[in-house]
């Protein structure tokens, strides 16, 4: 029995980054029936959509796009799913269009699915140490077990064909954020994670990402859509009143922290990051959001 699989990837004004990753999947190992769909949430220049125009016709697989005119990521994912499902396929694979698969990723996934039968699976993302990078892998030892981003997923199509659509939180779709929602989802859902180390992506990190500035505006963001999304599952002030507490305790440790690990340079940061997380969740109880996605990274 022949495996179909659609691979879903969102894209926006990455067009360098997408040609790698569509050349990368052109080269994959397997014997599944393997079909592309491309969301390109630029509705002005469609860079994403003209790449996927050139080089369908040619394409070793089946190749389509469609414009999320909406902007957000979360729109884009949306988009995706929705083509994914009309597909038909047994199997929905996404990747980011900053990342580009092993050979065998494919078949790694397959291979752990048939395995244990999750309905999400979550393989590892592997980065450049040397240039800021830290590996994302399957945390399937995890209190939650559920995935960290939505860059490397897989999933058995009837789990997202009893979703409700949108799948994916429009709320969230310039903050990030929309992932985690979504994983909260499905676990309310009963969906069941496994993580699939050996189904590996690769990306690289922008020289614009290795910054200070990036690193702690990636903090206070990440704070800020965390709270949120905890915030729209546990409204009320039991919830406020124990992260005001974690918060505070940020606040109070973060001079000493500061002296003591001053003289590590791999983690003299430490501090500084948690304080900007902190104040990012901090908006976010009063009510403010930040955009992160309003930015470009990559090319």
Known sequence: MIDHVVVAIPTFRRPKNLRRLLDAMAQLSTNAEVRLVVADNDAQEQEGFKLCAELAPKYRW???????????????????????????????????????????????????????????????????????????????????????????LFFRRETLAAMASPWFDPAFGLTGGEDKDFFLRLKSEGAKFAGADLARVY???????????????????????????LLKYHPGAPLLFTEAAKIMGVLLLSLPLAVILSFSPNRRMMPL??????????????GRRYNEYAAIHGE
């Not at 980065?127 to 892998?137: A, K, Y």
């Not at 290795?210 to 800020?224: E, K, P």
């Open 62 to 152: 089946p190749l389509k796009c469609v414009i999320a005119s909406e902007r957000g990521i979360a729109q884009a994912r949306n988009a995706l799913v929705h083509e994914a499902l009309a597909d038909g396929a047994d199997f929905i694979a996404m990747i980011d269009d900053d990342e580009w698969p092993a050979p065998d990723w494919i078949d790694q996934y397959l291979a752990a699915q048939h395995l244990n039968g999750a309905d999400c699976l979550h393989g590892a993302i592997l980065f450049d140490p040397e240039n800021g990078g830290s590996d994302t892998r399957p945390d399937i030892a995890g209190s939650s077990g559920m995935p960290q981003s939505a860059g490397n």
């Open 203 to 229: 990306g690289d990190v922008p020289e614009a990402r290795t910054s200070l500035v990036w690193l702690l505006t990636r903090a206070y963001s990440n704070g800020n859509s965390d709270m949120r999304v």
């Open 273 to 286: 990051i948690k304080l900007f997380r902190a104040a990012g969740k901090l908006s976010a109880i009063a």
